[in-house]
């Protein structure tokens, strides 16, 4: 068990006033088995009226209504929550997932059906491709073959920080050799897509040990929002892969919201209406993910 506190602080700044319209935030987890949500803090400027809601998916989302103009919007979230994970998942998940190809049943065939298709048709064969090299033997077991999806992933590209908006399609990633963890994600998403299985994309936090030890060696994609995937597994449920970090299923991952693609999983998304020749100036974004005691 983990107890760690969250600080999400997200600054827009314009050269002049502007009328906020509608925003969508998805910054607060949902209570279950693995995690508790002991408190939850939304502070916005300029005042806002904000509306609470579940998406398709059943992720908690806020509805923010502004009144009046603005140079700067700043929403600041902070989360205070207890994860909860095995010590050795990949051998505890092995016990009940099966054997490769994955067989679901016939309901879980109707109500998978969306997240088995691949998301980018056209980067199938380049995928493909991809996979046939990366794993020329698949192995007997579903857990081993994501298990070594997720290690092939991790050996092959290099970590860039990106900060424009999008997420690189599979055969974008596969051909620049690098990218982003939610590039890593969106791969890992869609191969084992390609694979047979149920596949969701997930964003949410990393609690980085390593940021608070003196060595300085810790894992990739902290100081930020991360992104990484989930994978249905008949006998064993959703299960979390991260080609990122190259781990499973693990408590230093604070998942937020779980969605069909990548667009549809935004931390923060809106518009704004210029007035008086006004434009956008900067985004400032920084998060903290700290363990307590």
Same mark, same amino acid.
Request: hydrophobic fraction near 40%; glycine fraction near 8%.
């Given at each position: ?71 700067? =919007? ?23 997932? +099966? ?5 679901? $049943? ?23 491709? @991809? %996979? ?7 192995? $007997? ?45 969106? =791969? ?32 990739? +994609? $902290? $100081?930020?929002?991360?992104? @990484? ?8 449920? @959703? ?7 190259? %781990? ?46």
């Amino acid at each position: 068990m983990s107890t760690l506190r969250i600080r999400h602080r997200t600054r827009y700044l314009y050269d002049g006033p502007v009328a906020l319209g509608q925003h969508r935030l998805m910054l607060r987890p949902r209570d279950g088995h693995d995690m508790r949500i002991l408190d939850s803090r939304l502070a916005v400027s300029p005042r806002a009226d904000v509306e609470w809601a579940y998406d398709t998916f059943g992720n908690s989302v806020a509805r923010l209504t502004f009144q009046g103009t603005t140079q700067e =919007l700043v929403i600041a979230s902070e989360l205070l929550l207890r994860r909860y994970a095995y010590d050795e998942p990949l051998c505890r998940i092995a016990r009940h997932a +099966g054997p490769y190809p994955p067989r679901y $049943g016939s309901d879980e065939l109707i109500d998978l059906a969306a997240v088995r298709a691949i998301d980018r048709p056209e980067a199938a064969r380049s995928l493909e491709t @991809w %996979i046939a090299a990366a794993l020329p033997e698949l192995p $007997g077991e579903s857990v081993e073959v994501l298990d070594a999806l997720c290690e092939a992933i991790h050996r092959a590209f290099a970590y860039q920080r990106r900060e424009e908006k999008g997420v690189q399609s599979p055969s974008e990633t596969i051909a620049a050799g690098s990218g982003t963890c939610r590039d890593f994600a969106f =791969l890992f998403m869609e191969a084992a897509r390609a694979l047979g299985f149920a596949a969701r994309f997930v964003t949410g936090y990393l609690y980085d040990p390593g940021a608070e030890a003196s060595d300085g060696q810790g894992m990739t +994609g $902290g $100081g930020a929002t991360h992104a @990484w995937a989930d994978v249905f597994l008949p006998g064993a449920g @959703w299960v979390e892969f991260d080609p990122t970090n190259r %781990i499973v299923a693990h408590r230093n991952l604070v998942r937020v919201a779980t969605t069909r693609t990548p667009t549809q999983a935004l931390p923060v998304s809106g518009t704004f209406r210029s007035l008086d020749n006004a434009s956008f100036i900067s985004m400032d974004v920084s998060v903290d993910v700290l363990r307590e005691e």
